[in-house]
């Protein structure tokens, strides 16, 4: 027995694995996983107004943009390299039925036009929902106090068919309303913008990493929260599995989970199932806790964030939407 032990080690010490580690070219050679700045896209938060550009209290480096400065900085995004950036609109005045979501003349409209005048190869997607717009701050229309799903399926929609009509490649519903994928492929088709592309937020779960994005989109629930119609924390993944595979059959071109760090599995799972592009989106939360933990000496902040981003591609993800997007890729380039 000792004999045949002393085999295998002998076999053993013939392999080295540390062989593959010894030097930075040897382990750019074989790691696999890499990114590109291909990989991103960008968000941009837009407000009413002209000439402005105001920084994000809840949200380090990002900041409001006019709609004519989010033209500007749509410009340098496409220098960098990044391919596509994701808008979300901040309304002059909110109301029960989010009627500047729709609006042709609302700020992301306007910054659409815009954006696709200064950059026409810069790809812009916009974010579809209503919890900016309404006055309750909940991502659909309610009434009786709940949220009456099929109402807001038709102002999701008439908000997709504004923000194409305005310009927009591809519209990203947000949501979480049963059946509105299917609603805005329907009312995109019928108003002539059979190309424009849908990428679903379909697996988004009630996260706690959304506080600073509410206070960026001055999005709170008024009262209650998101459970109802975002996922739960601790559903399983077949869940999820069944939302996408939904989303799919209802008309999306790409699909979403969201948050990313926190659901990588669901991200895994998700590249192995279903052969349609997979975004995953790492939220605003995911990206004050590295910049709070880096601030304060934990780890080295350029190594945690470029961790974090390749994590999420190793799990799958073709295409991810980040904050920081912009340090990525001049990173990526050096």
């Known amino acids: 027995m ?26 750019r050679l074989v790691r696999g996983v890499s990114l590109s700045a291909d990989n991103f896209v960008y968000p941009l938060f837009v407000c009413p107004g002209k000439g ?26 496409y220098e960098m390299g990044i391919p596509a950036v994701l ?28 954006i696709k005048k200064a950059v026409p190869g810069l790809l812009v997607i916009t974010d579809v929902c209503l919890c900016a717009y309404t006055n309750s701050g909940h991502c659909g229309i309610i009434k009786n106090k709940k949220i009456d799903n099929d109402a807001s ?31 805005i492929r329907n009312a995109l088709d019928e108003k002539g913008f059979v190309d424009t592309a849908i990428m679903s937020y379909s697996a988004k779960y009630a996260s706690a ?30 869940q999820a599995m069944r939302e996408i595979e ?19 599995d669901i991200i895994s799972e998700a590249s192995r199932r279903f052969d349609v592009p997979i975004a995953a989106y790492q939220v605003s939360g ?18 945690a964030i470029m961790e974090s981003l390749v994590a999420i591609k190793r799990a799958g993800a073709d295409i991810i939407i980040s904050y920081f997007a912009k340090e990525a890729v001049k990173w990526i380039a050096c």
């Open 153 to 183: 399926c038709e102002i999701l929609a008439r908000a997709a068919v504004s923000h194409a009509k305005a310009g927009a490649d591809m519209v990203a519903p947000s949501d979480m309303m049963d059946g509105r994928i299917a609603a």
């Open 286 to 303: 995911e990206f004050m806790m590295i910049n709070a933990a880096a601030k304060i000496g934990v780890f080295d902040r350029k190594a």
């Open 2 to 27: 000792l004999a045949g032990l002393k085999v295998i080690t002998e076999m053993n010490m013939q392999i080295r694995m540390r062989r593959l580690r010894s030097s930075d070219a040897m382990r």
């Open 52 to 77: 402005i550009k105001k920084p994000i209290e809840s949200m380090a480096d990002c900041f409001h943009f006019s709609p004519d400065m989010a033209a500007q900085e749509a410009k340098g995004i």
């Open 87 to 114: 808008l979300f609109g901040l309304p002059k005045k909110k109301d029960s039925k989010a009627s500047e979501a729709f609006d042709d003349n609302a700020a992301v409209q306007q910054a659409i036009r815009k």
């Open 246 to 264: 939904l989303d799919i059959a209802e008309g999306a071109d790409i699909v979403m989970v969201k948050p990313a760090m926190a659901y990588l």
């Open 209 to 238: 990493f959304y506080g600073p994005f509410r206070g960026a989109a001055d999005s709170a629930p008024a009262f209650g929260d998101r459970k109802t119609y975002q996922m739960d924390v601790a559903s399983s993944a077949k």
